[in-house]
């Protein structure tokens, strides 16, 4: 079948072109003797000499370390090919009318020195690297396409047909047009022979005779050394367009020794195509996962069909969709990840298949802590596959502070719980993470320390800010009373409260520095305040140690005159109310035992004082209701006969003036 509509060159030419190149082809196959010479291929973490013992029949497949880019080779009996080859550092300029500067092109993210060193460190050279496959028009996989067709010089190469018209999202396009025209140019620059569309009856690699648009018909099975390669999902009709290139991505199938490892380029199940693919697949013992791990690629069906023994994501463990990571490790599957490859130093992951089985360089016994997108969150893993762990384990990141989760007989980190190890509470967080500093479990404030210890039952200072924690560890709010002295904490962020305090609508004075609540009296900013045993300030009148005060609204300690509901009442400089008899600013007046001034009349020790309205104790002649009075100097009424200035005058016993 072919890719998409073309004329197909006739069957009676194919059959005669087919004979003659067999017999071409037949003269250059690598013979067995030249299979068990050495191989001069690497598995991505030494020098090529150092693996030149390895059996050069084994096929290998060589996933390349970059995130979110695939860049994948093929190696067998000192042949090689591509299927895909990452990003490159050039895009668009936006002058060329036919390539705009669109949003969301990727830009300085290039690999293509790294992909040529790498394949020159293998040994590749023009003339043994036989072909490179696109599997479709995106800069994540073939925009180093043609810096390594240039490099390299494929016979062959293989890539789907684009034109920008045929995706109708217009927010697909970024710079599909630019990379995919580069891949072409370099293909027809350096002579090698595009293929696009494919015939499975064709009885040789690739047809001699061109189609009208210069590309060539090939069989969609291409043999590389020991190796048989499979350009698997190429059967889409592209007339009614697409939302986007990975709705038409080809995968590939590498077959040796028994064993098939699928590379699913960006394959998604939009329109069944995993489906499809599942039910012609069956296990297999690699599976490059579709679209970096992403949702819509890598379904549920097609990830139990295939079942694989190793799986490859072209990203982070992370990026794998939620379902897919859990079904992989449900089945033991060992999982690795260009994350993991870059961070262990790999050069790339290098899966080997031979006649014993099939391995890769990154089993090697290393635990390896891998974040998950959902819950739970972070797995343990050897050699890819999920494995049971008790107790810490720290992971060390680039800062070399290391991050510590908890494993409780599981392959998955604790999460959102506290656990008790060595006699202290630990917390682990929603993210598996040990909490340290504040931390908020169900509705309560913790303090953990550096080491993630939860402190108890103590004070502790927080960027300048005292907090107290309560026996089980909770932070305190409102009032706390330890070791008899009352404290008061802010309700909401627990901080210890200091100065004056409106609680309840009772004012409080919380000592600066220390924070315990006064008590008594205390002297403020220039004033006294009496604190009731219960802390809250005292205003109005209050008799303290046998005398009586009055506290102004505002509490402080009135002194001097104050006129209290009508009557007026002296504070001595104590604050203490006076009674009696009281001098004040040359004048005598008298307090009532109840403190309230006295005016009028007054009999006091047997004697009668007129106190004027101002509460001045009157001298002299004084006439009230025209009845005249004489006080002496002592403020006492006369009565009977006196001799005022010279003259006689008589008082009868009210003292009227007779």
């Not at 998409?4 to 194919?14: G, I, L, Q």
């Not at 045993?533 to 009586?548: P, V």
């Amino acid at each position: 079948m072919f890719a998409r509509n073309k004329t197909s060159v006739c069957t009676r030419y194919f059959v005669f072109i087919s004979l003659i190149l067999a017999f071409i082809i037949s003269l250059f196959v690598t013979s067995p003797a030249a299979a068990n010479q050495a191989d001069t291929s690497n598995d991505g973490s030494a020098s090529p000499s150092t693996h030149a013992q390895i059996n050069t029949s084994s096929v290998r497949i060589h996933v390349l370390p970059f995130l979110w880019m695939d860049a994948i080779v093929l190696e067998s009996n000192g042949h090689f090919a591509m299927v895909d080859s990452g990003e490159d550092n050039d895009f668009p300029s936006g002058n060329d009318p036919r390539y705009p500067l669109r949003s969301g092109i990727t830009r300085n993210q290039g690999v293509e020195d790294e992909v040529i060193a790498y394949l020159r460190s293998l040994g590749v050279t023009p003339q043994n690297f036989d072909f490179y496959i696109g599997t479709h028009p995106h800069s994540d996989h073939i925009g180093t396409a043609d810096e390594i067709i240039n490099a390299f010089k494929p016979a062959l190469v293989y890539t789907p047909y684009y034109d920008d018209s045929i995706v109708t999202n217009p927010a697909n396009l970024w710079d599909n047009q630019y990379v995919y025209d580069h891949l072409m140019m370099a293909a027809q620059n350096n002579g090698a022979r595009i293929i696009q569309t494919f015939d499975t009856s064709l009885t040789t690699q690739v047809s001699d005779i061109p189609l009208d648009d210069g590309t060539y018909v090939g069989n969609p099975v291409i043999t590389l050394g020991n190796a048989t390669i499979e350009i698997m999902n190429y059967q889409h009709n592209l007339d009614a367009g697409v939302n986007d290139c990975n709705d038409y991505s080809w995968g590939v199938l590498v077959s040796a020794y028994g064993k098939k490892a699928f590379l699913a380029g960006d394959i998604n199940n939009y329109h069944g195509d995993e489906d499809r693919l599942a039910a012609q697949l069956g296990r297999v013992d690699l599976l490059k996962l579709g679209h970096h791990g992403a949702l819509h690629s890598n379904t549920a069906n097609f990830l139990q069909s295939l079942r694989p023994h190793i799986a490859i994501v072209t990203g982070n463990y992370r990026g794998i969709n939620s379902q897919a990571a859990d079904l992989l490790e449900s089945f033991n599957t060992a999982v690795f990840t260009a994350e993991d490859a870059a961070n262990l130093n790999r050069q790339a992951i290098v899966v080997t298949i031979s006649s014993q089985g099939i391995t890769s360089n990154m089993q090697d016994n290393q635990l390896l802590l891998r974040l998950r997108n959902t819950s739970p969150i972070v797995l343990a893993s050897i050699n890819g596959v999920p494995t049971i762990q008790n107790g810490w384990v720290a992971q060390t990141t680039t800062s070399q502070n290391p991050t510590y989760y908890w494993f409780d007989n599981s392959p998955y980190a604790t999460e959102s719980s506290w656990i008790k190890d060595k006699g202290s509470w630990y917390y682990l967080k929603d993210n598996a993470t040990m909490a340290r500093g504040w931390q908020q479990v169900d509705g309560s404030w913790y303090w953990l320390d550096n080491s993630g210890a939860m402190l108890a039952n103590r004070w502790i200072k927080v960027s300048g800010v005292w907090y107290y924690l309560k026996s089980n560890g909770a932070m305190a709010t409102g009032w706390q009373n330890n070791w008899g002295t009352w404290y008061y904490l802010d309700p909401q962020s627990g901080a210890m409260r200091e100065g004056w305090q409106l609680i309840n609508n009772q004012w409080y004075y919380l000592n600066y520095d220390s924070g315990d609540m006064a008590t008594g009296w205390k002297h403020i900013n220039g004033s006294w305040y009496y604190l009731r045993a219960s802390g809250a300030m005292h205003t109005g009148w209050g008799k303290i140690n046998g005398s009586w005060y009055y506290l102004n609204p505002s509490g402080a300690m009135a002194t001097g005159w104050k006129l209290v509901n009508g009557s007026w009442y002296y504070l001595r400089s104590s604050g203490a109310m006076a009674t009696g008899w009281l001098k004040v600013a040359g004048s005598w007046y008298y307090l009532n035992p109840s403190g309230a001034m006295a005016t009028g009349w007054k009999h006091i020790n047997n004697e009668w004082y007129y106190l004027k309205s101002s509460g001045a104790m009157h001298t002299g002649w004084l006439k009230l209701n025209n009845t005249w009075y004489y006080l002496n100097s002592s403020g006492a009424m006369v009565t009977g006969g006196a001799t005022i200035d010279g003259v006689w005058y008589t008082f009868n016993a009210s003292g009227a003036l007779q």
